[in-house]
């Protein structure tokens, strides 16, 4: 989704408004896991959302939002 400031870092609200959604994603449409790849001017970012930890990793890991 373009809306012309692909240039510019997010706003604080912004950033509130995508944590919300993110945690109402999770809460109510995020099956088992969901990965995805997004293209940056720095290199691909790769994202992974889980209901269980991958193999290896610890919650002491992530951080909580």
Same mark, same amino acid.
């Given at each position: 989704m373009a809306?012309? *400031?692909?240039?510019?870092?997010?706003? $604080?609200?912004?950033?509130a408004?995508?944590?919300?959604? &993110?945690?109402r994603?999770?809460?109510h449409?995020l099956?088992q896991f969901?990965? *995805?790849?997004?293209?940056?001017?720095? $290199?691909?970012?790769?994202?992974?959302m889980?209901?269980? &930890?991958p193999?290896?990793?610890?919650?002491?890991?992530f951080?909580?939002f």
């Amino acid at each position: 989704m373009a809306d012309g *400031r692909s240039g510019e870092g997010l706003s $604080g609200d912004e950033f509130a408004q995508m944590i919300d959604l &993110l945690r109402r994603y999770c809460a109510h449409d995020l099956d088992q896991f969901q990965a *995805r790849r997004t293209d940056t001017p720095y $290199g691909p970012v790769y994202i992974f959302m889980g209901r269980s &930890l991958p193999q290896g990793w610890e919650p002491s890991m992530f951080w909580e939002f």
